[in-house]
């Protein structure tokens, strides 16, 4: 099992430091937010340290959002809420602060005060058969290989 000895939620994940738990299972954890956006934020932790989630393996990866389905259903009618956003912050520039790679179920209200949407931007021209372009290459293949 990877572990940082640094890493918050390693520490979290091993019991070292307390946390309100809803769900364990062998490949992953998941517990309360400390600072919620809303009262029943949840936090989907893999055992193992991963920083970022493009160096999780994709079995793991796979396992984790196979809980997300039953966590949404349970927080949601935990907390009456209206709906959820499920995210992953990735980089500081993306709002992570704890470099354990792990996943938010956010349960949203009706008027709630949370940002949400983000703003949108267009393309123009052939910019995003281009930009498809440059991903696909970046996969080493195309959409429907
Ligand atoms: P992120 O900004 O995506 O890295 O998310 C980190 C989250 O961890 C934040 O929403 C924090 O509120 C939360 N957090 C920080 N420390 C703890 C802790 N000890 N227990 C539970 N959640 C925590
Ligand atoms: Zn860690």
Redesign the pocket.
């Known amino acids: 099992m990877s572990r940082d000895p640094k890493c ?2 390693c520490k ?1 994940v091993h019991g070292e ?1 307390p ?1 309100a738990r809803v769900l364990e299972t062998d490949r992953a954890v998941a ?7 809303a009262k029943g ?1 949840v ?1 989907i932790i893999p055992r193992d340290h991963h920083a970022q989630v493009a160096e999780l393996p994709d079995d793991l990866a796979a396992h984790v959002g196979s809980l997300v389905p039953r966590l949404t259903r349970a927080v949601v009618a935990a907390t009456g809420a209206d709906g959820s956003n499920t ?3 990735s980089g500081r520039v993306a ?5 354990h790679c ?1 996943w ?1 179920v956010i349960p949203r209200f009706e008027d709630d005060p949370v940002r949400w949407p983000w703003p949108h931007d267009s393309y123009l021209g052939d910019e995003m058969g281009r930009t498809a372009s440059l991903i696909q290459r970046e996969l080493g293949g195309h959409a429907d290989d």
């Open positions: 918050l939620f979290i430091i946390s517990i309360l937010d400390i600072n919620p956006v934020h936090l995210i992953i912050n709002g992570q602060t704890i470099f792990h938010h």
